[in-house]
């Protein structure tokens, strides 16, 4: 009962600073936000919430590292992309800005200020149209029009760092206070590298061009005439095989990575037909998965496609063989479609559409899949491509990001 209590009082503490920051009483909203993060240190709100009236106070240093600290106490969720946002438009990076609103009003597009912080970010980056739309969505959400307080001047210069008070645990448990990072000289070589690399890399499908390169090198690799046979022998999905051996399951991971060879086509239309759909399809499923998501989407869809495809092939007394990677780019189609369906409302009106899209691909790739069509010469795997599109589905439920309702 007392902990019910508490979280209650929690509650009231954060709806009571998110309208005072909505009144623009700022620094009596940085007082709620910060009891919140007294009574409550593991919990996002009070963190995003300080982040909130540092910006608007100018304390941009103790507003980034209210940022950091929601980042690490809920990666993937809304208050993570809301704060990623704040980052970002501390350091005037609005591009990137307007990237951690898109995918935090996605996730949650119910919060006024989102929406207001959004039409500010078009504002900067001269994108007054848009703008306008954002504003008005945050005033229909808010019944308030101006929030131009609430964010920094477009003019400004840096400011001073002006301490604040550090928030105190209670009963005795010591400061809760912002781990600063540590300054860029007193980092390794290692560190220092690691940081480059992630900034380089930062956004971009990383698993999605490693997958295509990888098939890619594959291929070619597997057309030399004195590795042709090794590598197809030994790698594409063979049913008489594995049921002479079970230890030659091996074979439903690496026939993802092998397609048809030259010497059935003149052509490589196999490989090039898979590469461009797990290419436009991947790019975006990477980015709302993220990377590791991504891959155990792909991975496992190619390996249940491969199953699936096995047990027709022995139920059916039809013994036979397979390679591709169309059952795991099939398994994030799938992935991509549950996130349609499930985050429908979140897309508002473009929702609809992109189902209505999904569902025309899907029937088309499904004729194709089931119409007796041919591949150079070979048969499409038509219950490969079903069994990695129902394993796709399931897995984009199951790993879908936290954080949006």
């Known amino acids: 009962m007392e902990q019910q209590t508490g979280q209650t009082d929690v509650r009231a503490l954060i709806e009571r600073g998110n309208e005072l920051l909505k009144d623009e009483r700022i620094p009596e909203a940085a007082a709620e936000f910060a009891r919140v993060a007294q009574v409550a240190p593991q919990d996002p709100s009070g963190h995003l919430g300080l982040a909130q009236t540092n910006l608007a106070l100018g304390q941009y240093q103790i507003a980034s590292m209210a940022v950091q600290q929601v980042r690490q106490l809920a990666p993937d969720s809304a208050d993570a992309a809301m704060a990623e946002a704040i980052g970002a438009v501390i350091d005037r990076r609005y591009e990137a800005a307007l990237d951690a609103t898109d995918r935090e009003i996605a996730l949650d597009p119910t919060r006024a200020y989102s929406h207001a912080l959004r039409a500010y970010i078009f504002r900067r980056l001269g994108r007054n149209y848009d703008a306008a739309l954002s504003e008005a969505r945050a005033a229909r959400l808010s019944g308030k029009r101006d929030w131009d307080k609430l964010f920094p001047p477009a003019d400004r210069a840096p400011l001073p760092f002006v301490p604040m ?158 390679l591709g990677a169309s059952g795991a780019i099939f398994g994030v189609f799938g992935a991509l479609g549950a996130f349609f369906l499930l985050r429908r409302r979140a897309l508002g009106p473009a929702g609809n559409a992109l189902i209505g899209q999904w569902f025309f691909w899907l029937l088309i790739n499904l004729v194709f899949s089931f119409g007796g069509f041919s591949l150079g010469g070979a048969g499409i795997a038509g219950f490969d491509h079903l069994g990695g599109l129902a394993a796709g589905l399931i897995l984009g439920a199951l790993l879908l990001p936290r954080g949006g309702r």
């Open 165 to 322: 008070p550090t928030p105190v645990a209670p009963s005795g448990a010591g400061p809760q206070a912002y781990a600063a990072p540590r300054p860029w000289d007193q980092r390794s070589q290692v560190e220092r590298q690691m940081t480059r690399i992630r900034f380089l890399t930062r956004g971009l499908p990383i698993a999605t061009f490693s997958l295509i390169i990888a098939n890619v090198i594959i291929f070619a690799i597997a057309q030399i005439p004195a590795l042709l046979n090794p590598i197809y022998g030994f790698g594409i999905v063979d049913d008489a095989a594995i049921l002479d051996n079970p230890l030659q399951a091996y074979r439903f991971f690496t026939a993802m990575f092998l397609h048809q060879p030259l010497i059935q086509s003149a052509l490589p239309l196999h490989l090039l037909l898979n590469m461009l759909s797990l290419y436009f399809i991947g790019v975006i499923t990477e980015r709302v998965f993220g990377t590791g998501r991504f891959l155990l989407i792909y991975f496992l869809s190619g390996i249940v496609g491969g199953l699936t495809q096995f047990g027709v092939d022995v139920f059916t007394n039809h013994i036979s063989g397979g």
